[in-house]
């Protein structure tokens, strides 16, 4: 069984003991370097959205769970064997819904990938189960190529920084939405809104940059789909362009990354526009120093933070609702 994560248990939170807590697992199939910060990511917003529904809501736990076959470092994957679970034994981990992450691309085709198979006999399990579900970015694209053979297609060029979205559609999650939303995106491949629609997905939010982003599948009402990070923290699409210019000095990455929209101050975007063009002309990777000095500077605002909370809260009404007579004791 997986280790519980106990920073989840939300103490301030006095219910009535016979209602048991709801048992929310995490499937983590970030890269090394962002796997706990990503835990952290997910930890805090559905943490602050159980606090938004208020001292009536019933308690959270969040039990950790991975795929082995993702490539790790061997300190790493050890760590893992400790504090999580492999995704074989979720089935019997007495959930009551779930969150699978997005991960790295390591191959163009997602079904070439090693853990390909472990995905889709993920994706099978939570079916059978009938088990809500946040699909979340990649982990999205992996579900509906899946589930209905709707493959995702590539963009030309990375879709980073924050986007304005629409509400389109009508479901129970969106119920403490107050406005339409703000949501960071960070990714190479979208998904097409009309092939959604024709396979029965209904979309719920919608950008005129970012193309659906939250959206449901009519044959699984519990599965919720999320292209975009809700749960960045306000640091996040920094250090991924930081990342992203080391790859580029370092020769791992063909071209020099775009700047986040919508992210910025004006001023910080125009150094960091002037930053990048000497970086392209001299690719001498000790600029990194000079964007890290730019960066310093940077103090992001997590304007997106109070839509994220009202949509998770959505979905965790959703899923206390489903539950409801499981952790309701006799």
Sequence with gaps: MPAEDTRMFLPNMFLPKRRKPLRIGL??????????????????????????????????TLSLFHIGEIPRN??????????????????????????????????????????????????????????????SCRAAHAAVLHLDGIDRVRLPEKLSGVFATELVGDAPV??????????PQSRYNSLDADQLRAKDYVILTQGAEAGPDWFTRAASPHMLFVQGHPEY??????????????????GEAARHPALPANYFSPALRQRLQ?????????????????????????TPRQRWRETAVELYAGWLETIAAKARPAVIAA
């Design 27 to 60: 499937v983590n199939n970030m890269p090394d370097a962002a796997l706990r910060a990503t835990e952290r990511q997910f930890a805090e917003l559905i943490a602050n959205a159980a606090r938004l529904l208020g001292s009536s809501f019933p308690t959270l």
């Design 74 to 135: 061997p300190e790493i994957a050890a760590e893992l064997a400790v504090t999580s679970a492999d995704v074989a034994t979720l089935g019997d981990a007495g959930l009551d819904a779930l969150v699978v992450t997005g991960g790295e691309a390591l191959l163009p085709d997602m079904r070439a990938e090693p853990h390909w198979a472990k995905m889709t006999a993920l994706i099978d399990t939570t079916r059978a189960l009938d088990l809500p579900v946040l699909w």
């Design 174 to 183: 969106l119920h403490h939405l107050a406005g339409n939303p703000l949501t």
């Design 233 to 250: 923290n306000a640091n996040a699409l920094c250090l991924e362009y930081r990342r992203d210019v080391r790859r580029f000095l370092r």
């Design 274 to 298: 002037d930053l990048a063009a000497t970086v392209i002309q001299q690719r001498d990777p000790t600029l990194l120093h000079r964007l890290d000095d730019v960066l310093a500077a940077h």
